[in-house]
């Protein structure tokens, strides 16, 4: 069974940093793209970066990131640890959402994609 479990939420003050996990198990790691997206209360659910192999030889990937995040968020992944991640940083308040990680076995996840993780609550304070 494909499972997604977030992790390294938490609560920041504004200019600070956060990273989060994203532990997959269930599935071919390497054949599927992994992305996060995020929730604010009272807003609807938004794609923040994507990554998802480019070739078998080496370590090639694409990645995708939001506008509102470019040059401070970078999203990762280790294969031996089936493990996505997204380092934040100079966070702001704007950033405050529920974060999920969701994967997709053709491209970059989108809201229609059916798998996801639980969540990891991130608040940055003002």
């Known amino acids: 069974e494909v499972q997604l479990v977030e992790s390294g939420g938490g609560l920041v003050q504004a200019g600070g940093s956060l990273r989060l996990a994203c532990v997959a198990s269930?599935?071919?790691?390497?054949?599927?793209?992994i992305g996060w997206f995020r929730q604010a209360a009272g807003k609807e659910r938004e794609g923040v970066a994507c990554?998802?192999?480019?070739?078998?030889?080496?370590?090639?990937?694409?990645?995708n990131y939001a506008e509102s995040v470019k040059g401070r968020f970078a999203i990762s992944g280790d294969h031996a640890k089936k493990t996505v991640y997204l380092q934040m940083r100079s966070l702001k308040p704007e950033d405050t959402a529920v974060y999920y990680c969701a994967a997709d076995p053709n491209s970059c996840p989108s809201t229609d994609t059916d798998y996801w993780g639980k969540g990891t609550l991130v608040t940055v304070s003002s």
């Open positions: 269930g599935f071919a790691f390497e054949d599927y793209a």
């Open positions: 990554i998802l192999s480019s070739g078998a030889v080496g370590n090639t990937y694409y990645t």
